[in-house]
């Protein structure tokens, strides 16, 4: 599943980042609607991996940002909301695609794996 791998991933760079014997408890990631990740699918296998990783069971808050394009024809730069849609400017459906790809974390809420420490940070 190709999801799964994906929030595999997503767990590895946390831990990267933040290191390892930490609670997880909010991950928030950007995830463009070209990414070719399916959000729903993530977000149900994302909670499980990091509970059977022991990593705690963080919710994933996953943002949507709208497809970036400039106009081939006049360089206007527009967000596309549908694909039928042409360019606002001058009504154009040749277009160069500049966002919309993303799949980034954005912020990791997490606590120490320790009860007694009372330490959280954002
Ligand atoms: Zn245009």
Redesign the pocket.
Known sequence: MHEFSIASGILDTVEETIGTGKHLMRVKLTLGPLSGISADSLEFCFTEIARIRGQGTPVLEILRPRVQAV?S????SYEVDRVEN??P????LSRHITGGFECEIESVTFEEMDIHDTQRAD
């Open positions: 106009c024809h006049c360089a206007f042409g360019c400017g001058c009504g154009s």
